[in-house]
């Protein structure tokens, strides 16, 4: 905002210049236009006054100027009126006789080409030399003065004199301030619609983005226009905040809709959970009170059935406690890795071995599959060993007797992938989109730790910067996971 403001601001300023410069050239040409229009009105109608004055025969004679009668005559007709000078001239243009008070007079001869021109008919205005001024010209009459038949000079008129000129020059100057004050006064008027304008178009982005701030709403997030990509050396503050706000809006709106997501799987895992601890403490109770009111009516082995009923569905509770313990400790980030470097095939054989005598009873084949020189890994052999535990575990709960578990380890530049697969029933089409997400885990085919166990997998796998899937299989569930290979 701040370049698109300093911009405006420049182009008001050149705006406003060039106002000032049409309002003085404008100004400068009709004051132009005026003067020559009042000068061709003055010489016009002035035309014969210098003629009326050459009629008077006594201003010169045989021996030359007759100066006293001149000067009366000048000074009379300058009293009349005081806007003209009257001057007798010789053929070449000298002052002979003037009515100038000492020191007036800064020329002793004018140019008589004007003269001529003016007696010859050409356009009027036509300026001709002023003798009080060194430079000054002025529109004129004149006459030739004849002396007996032949020509003996001219009489030369100023129409416009000194006195004439100076007060029209403090008349002009009053004028033109008044009209430089209009014109600055139009201008600054101008600039400021000017301004307003640009400040209103500068700022409406502005409002724009503060009505958008103020109608957010979170619980519904409005569509916020796509904006183009910004440069890297963007410099437009206002450009950048709105991308700023849309970042915003969009990360709060959905991480606002993951907290609610999130809220409402916990409500539903809490529920869930509820469930499934009521069902085995029932259970428990119910044993244990009816070995605490028929002792002395149940016999030895009835009270032995009971009691590995009671300590089945202790152990269930047991187990749930833990894994929801340890779901907490995970989701909570109070789990700390302990990286080690160690080979992945070994710790697998001895998680094998934990699961080869119920395989057996099942009459179920778990097997695995590597190639040699498989490279190290860098992970927590703990939750390692936690992962393929729960991973073959609910494989195994879910494979018919007889059917096959295999384990999968295979490498490549980055990773050593482990792959998990069954033979059994698979997952079905409506929850393996949401399979890691606790009220899918704690669907109606939990297991024995209330379904929690892919919950964990999924975690510790990802405290590990990897993530697990669930593969498309024609027959049964695949599992594969990664971990991260050691570097030398």
């Given at each position: ?27 400068g ?96 205005p ?91 709403d ?6 916020l ?22 970042q ?21 895992m ?20 009816t ?56 710790l ?28 190290l890994?860098?992970a ?13 575990d609910?494989?195994?709960?879910h ?75 024609a ?14």
């Open positions: 905002m701040r370049l698109r403001l300093r911009l405006w601001q420049k182009l008001a300023a050149v705006f406003a210049a060039l106002l000032v410069l049409c309002s003085l050239a404008l100004l040409m009709q004051m132009r236009m005026a003067l020559r229009h009042e000068q061709e009105v003055v010489q016009r109608l002035s035309l014969g006054l210098a003629g009326h004055i050459a009629q008077r025969s006594e201003l010169m004679d045989q021996a030359g100027m007759r100066e006293p009668e001149v000067r009366a005559l000048f000074g009379q007709l300058m009293a009349v009126n005081p806007s003209v000078e009257v001057y007798l001239l010789d053929d070449q243009g000298r002052v002979l006789g003037h009515d100038a008070p000492s020191g007036h007079l800064h020329r002793d001869r004018v140019d008589v080409a004007p003269l001529q021109a003016l007696l010859a008919g050409a356009p009027l036509i300026l001709g030399d002023d003798p009080r001024s060194r430079h000054g010209r002025k529109v004129f009459s004149v006459a030739p003065l004849v002396v007996q038949g032949r020509s003996a000079g001219y009489v030369y008129v100023v129409l416009v004199g000194e006195q004439r000129q100076m007060l029209a020059d403090d008349l002009a100057a009053s004028s033109q301030w008044r009209t430089m004050l209009w014109s600055v006064a139009l201008v600054a008027v101008l600039g400021m619609l000017a301004g307003l304008v640009a400040f209103y178009w500068v700022t409406r982005p502005l409002r724009e983005l503060t009505r958008r701030i103020q109608s957010f979170i619980d519904a997030p409005i569509d226009p796509s904006l183009p990509a910004l440069r890297g050396d963007e410099r437009d503050e206002l450009l950048i905040l709105e991308h700023a706000h849309a915003m809006a969009h990360r709060l709106g959905e991480q606002w809709q993951q907290l609610r997501q999130q809220d409402l799987q916990r409500r539903e809490v529920a869930n959970i509820s469930h499934d601890l009521r069902t085995p403490l029932a259970s428990l109770h119910g044993y244990l009170e070995l605490a009111m028929k002792e002395a009516t149940l016999s030895v082995e009835e009270r032995r059935r009971y009691l590995s009923i009671a300590l089945s569905q202790s152990a269930k509770v047991g187990g749930l406690a833990r894994a929801l313990f340890e779901l907490a400790r995970l989701e909570h980030g109070q789990v700390q890795l302990q990286w080690e470097v160690f080979a992945l095939p070994e697998l054989q001895d998680v094998l071995q934990k699961f080869e005598l119920s395989a057996q009873a099942k009459g179920q084949q778990l097997n695995a599959g590597f190639p040699q020189g498989l490279p890994v860098r927590d052999v703990g939750l390692v060993e936690r992962v393929l535990t729960n991973l073959i609910n494989a195994l709960r494979t018919p007797q007889g059917g096959h578990v295999h384990v999968a380890l295979a490498a490549d530049a980055d990773n050593v992938w482990v792959t998990v697969s069954d033979d059994g029933p698979g997952v079905d089409a409506g929850v393996r989109g949401t399979l890691f997400q606790a009220p899918a885990a704690l669907g109606p085919r939990r297991g024995e730790n209330g379904g929690l166990g892919l919950l964990i997998v999924q975690r510790i796998v990802q405290l590990h910067g990897r993530q697990i899937a669930l593969l498309e299989t027959q049964g569930a695949a599992f594969r996971f990664a971990l991260p290979r050691a570097r030398p």
